[in-house]
């Protein structure tokens, strides 16, 4: 079924969900909607190759191509839009005449607002903003939505939260938060990798082999923010538990405060935030 009742709490058929651009972000998305075996699921991009690939490989063509945006649209009552910011206007000027009360979209383009969203559709449909981070890709990623748009409705709010949470949390956060919430999360696995890349010359330099020394690396970052997730713990709790008095660790962890790294981190986290209102014009 293309489309939706738009009335809460009323039962309705599961929308499917069509993905105009299946790079990177599109791309992991859609991986991750895959997930939800019910789902019908539309892709569309330059390439038909890349959509072909978004399909499990015990699962060929889970992923349905479209040949043209507008055949998307057509198909789909969830309309992800996975294209850049530039081309924004452009795709919904093209797609409008096939929009209806019924469909919902869903941008991924970074600096653009929901209001600038909305009068490109003219009104037609609810608009959505989603901010996925890299580790989508994994199933463990981070996304920021906007539910701003007062004319979604709670069935559709719903639906969404319960299609996104399947590939890692989920926070439902104003317009003006989605700066913030890149500079963190979006911009937050570069942070995170150049920390790991520290790490990993240092075992490399101690013997190990390159690969044993990403693989550790990668293993011990992954596995504490597990524990912090899955326990609740507070991350300066969960260092003193690692942290013996006259202990290797705290030798360590004293040294990189006196080169101020917990600062230069912050540091590096407000001045992405700086840049993107820059870019945004903000």
């Known amino acids: 079924m293309s489309a939706f009742s738009r009335e809460a709490g009323k039962s309705v058929s599961l929308p499917a969900v069509g993905c105009i651009g299946c790079g990177n972000m599109g791309g992991a998305v859609m991986r991750g909607l895959c997930a939800h075996e019910s789902l019908r699921l539309v892709g569309h991009d330059h390439t038909r190759a890349k959509v072909d690939a978004l399909s499990p490989a015990e699962a060929p063509g889970r992923v349905a191509w479209a040949e043209t945006p507008e055949d998307l649209v057509r198909q789909a009552g969830i309309v992800i839009l996975a294209v850049k910011p530039h081309q924004m206007e452009e795709m919904l000027a093209s797609i409008r005449p096939c929009l209806n009360a019924d469909k919902l979209v869903v941008s991924l383009a970074a600096a653009v607002s929901v209001k600038e ?3 490109n559709v003219e009104g037609v449909c609810p608009v959505v903003r989603l901010m996925p981070n890299l580790p989508a890709r994994a199933g ?19 639906l969404l939260l319960e299609l996104f949470r399947v590939m890692g949390l989920v926070l439902v956060l104003p317009d003006g938060k989605f700066s913030a919430f890149s ?6 696995p570069a942070f995170a990798c150049l920390f790991m890349e520290g790490m990993e010359n240092a075992a490399v330099a101690m013997g190990f082999k390159a690969e044993q020394a990403r693989r550790l690396v990668a293993a011990t970052v992954e596995g504490t923010a597990s524990l912090a997730l899955r326990d609740n713990i507070p991350f300066d709790e969960l260092r003193r538990q690692v942290c013996s008095p006259g202990g290797t660790t705290i030798y360590g962890i004293n040294h990189m405060e006196r080169m101020a790294v917990r600062g230069h981190v912050t540091d590096g986290v407000l001045e992405s935030m700086r840049r993107d209102r ?5």
């Open 117 to 119: 969203l909305q009068r």
């Open 140 to 158: 463990k990623g981070a996304f920021a939505l906007c539910l701003d748009d007062e004319s979604l409705c709670e069935t559709q709010k719903e």
């Open 183 to 188: 500079s963190v999360a979006g911009c937050g």
């Open 278 to 282: 820059e870019l945004s014009g903000k």
